[in-house]
């Protein structure tokens, strides 16, 4: 693995580990988050099907209660 594809894989993650917490907070919804995915990979030049993809480790936003100012909501 070239130094250069290190650097966009370690990027790529970065970001989408801090969108995964936006989907695990109910900021985001799964499909934003998809979508995001979709564009962040382009940016970086990945494959979205390659072992550095993001599907297999997020919460879905589903899985999570979120408490607002409005109540609970899951």
């Known amino acids: 693995m070239t130094d250069e594809l290190r650097c966009k894989i370690a990027a790529y993650r970065t970001a989408m580990s801090i969108i995964r917490g ?6 985001l919804s799964e499909n934003e988050y ?5 564009i962040m990979t ?3 030049g990945l494959n979205s099907c390659s072992i550095f993809g993001n599907y297999s480790g997020y919460i879905k936003a589903s899985e999570v209660i979120c408490h607002t100012d409005k109540g609970v909501s899951q």
Request: hydrophobic share 35%; proline share 0%; charged share 20%.
């Open 42 to 44: 382009e940016k970086y």
């Open 22 to 27: 936006m989907v695990s907070s109910c900021v």
């Open 34 to 38: 998809a979508q995001i995915d979709t």
